[in-house]
């Protein structure tokens, strides 16, 4: 499945920003979705994840209570709202489709990636 990620920028801290990502596939709703990131110089590292139905969601501690993923099924879109955005949520944020049942934050269930969207937080 083809991914591709929008909705990056330039905000001040405590900003929010919505990301989305639109799938080329149309069996978009049998495919678990996440969200990954990557700072400068750092490993990526898991954000959120949702199932196909979007009725079971599951974040990272570091997001938990400020950013929500969620997807539209009819649109095959999924999107990350984040809201009091930190200095320290600068990254690369990708999307992307693990072909299975169940949730995973494990990045090699995940075999389609987009292609990033850059978001950066100034202090």
């Known amino acids: 499945v083809q991914l591709q990620a929008s909705g990056g920028g330039l905000v001040q801290a405590g900003a929010s920003l919505s990301l989305s990502c639109a799938a080329s596939?149309?069996?978009?709703?049998?495919?678990?979705m996440g969200w990954f990131r990557q700072a400068p110089g750092k490993e990526r590292e898991f954000v959120a994840t949702i199932n196909w139905s979007g009725g079971s969601t599951y974040h990272a501690d570091s997001v938990k209570g400020r950013f929500t993923i969620s997807r539209d099924n009819a649109k095959n879109t999924v999107y990350l709202q984040m809201n009091s955005l930190k200095p320290e949520d600068t990254a690369v944020y990708y999307c992307a489709a693990a072909a299975r049942a169940g949730l995973t934050s494990r990045s090699g269930d995940f075999g389609s990636w987009g292609q990033g969207t850059l978001v950066t937080v100034s202090s």
């Open positions: 596939e149309p069996t978009f709703s049998r495919y678990v």
